[in-house]
């Protein structure tokens, strides 16, 4: 991962929930607030909250005694969660570093995160510092995409623009968020951790978008996949955004298109 990796700033928040949530988060956010309400917890941490999908899906589902810590390293992407966010004296709003947690130990029944791992520097060190801040018995819930070759849009994507550039060709998408999808690697990291009873599931899901341009427009505008573009030739977003979009009606047809995207969900025990 480069440093840049992590910068997700400007227009980008805002263009990540618009076109990102709906096409590739919102069922893992439903099936990971599910998860975690299944597990009554009292004090909850999110990690990586990103623009707040998750956050906004297992609110309403934690009982009203509950308190519901909400973070991420950008606070751009923290700030337009709490925008999208309804008045609620539960949720606290803390940017935090996932790498070095601003909290006491054994603080919490459940730390969960949505696709924030593959983001995570160390993520053996990040691990250790969710069990810290977990008490005995409490339990780590999180998910991880899948190789790209298992999220069909991201792919897509990924192969028209290193038509576009050849001899540089932005891999953001394979290179982080589809980086880190080895589940015996995950599954030996989370116990180097000092982690137990870890379940990974892998899960299947649809990504839906009413026209070809869509997918095109979120993942080269709503992701860094922007800052990769620009940084090669700052006039070419709309024409690499143009081109994606192109590429996928060529697969997938001009009205309304579907796709697969697939995820690792991982629950593990402190």
């Known amino acids: 991962m480069l440093e840049t990796d ?4 400007g227009s980008i928040p805002e263009n990540y929930d618009r076109y990102m949530v709906p096409l590739i988060f919102e069922p893992f956010a439903a099936d990971l607030a599910q998860r975690a309400a299944s597990l009554s917890p009292r004090a909850v941490l999110e990690i990586a909250a990103g623009t707040g999908v998750v956050t906004r899906a297992l ?17 751009p992407m923290l700030d337009y969660a709490a925008s999208r966010q309804a008045p609620d ?8 570093d996932a790498m070095a947690l601003p909290f006491e130990n054994a603080a919490f029944d459940l730390v969960c995160c949505q696709f924030g791992a593959m983001f995570f520097p160390n993520r053996t060190s990040a691990y250790r510092e969710a069990r810290r801040v977990l008490k005995p018995g409490g339990h780590f819930l999180f998910n991880v995409w899948d190789r790209i070759e298992e999220n069909v849009f991201a792919d897509d994507v990924t192969n028209a623009l290193a ?15 589809h980086g880190y999808h080895d589940t015996a690697l995950i599954r030996g990291e989370l116990e180097d951790a000092g982690f137990s009873r870890v379940v990974i599931e892998t899960r299947a899901e649809q990504s839906r978008a009413s026209s070809p341009r869509l997918p095109a ?12 573009i620009e940084a090669r030739d700052a006039g070419k977003l709309e024409a690499a955004t143009d081109y994606a979009a192109s590429a996928i009606a060529d697969r997938h047809g001009s009205g309304e298109v579907a796709a697969r995207i697939q995820a690792h969900v991982i629950v593990a025990v402190a």
């Open 163 to 177: 038509r576009i550039f050849p001899n540089d060709p932005p891999r953001f998408l394979a290179r982080t968020p």
């Open 59 to 75: 609110a309403p589902r934690l009982s009203p005694g509950a308190s519901y810590v909400v973070t991420d390293l950008n606070q």
């Open 6 to 9: 992590k910068v997700f700033a």
């Open 217 to 228: 427009v979120a993942y080269c505008q709503g992701t860094v996949l922007r800052s990769e």
């Open 89 to 96: 004296s539960r949720i606290t709003w803390r940017q935090a």
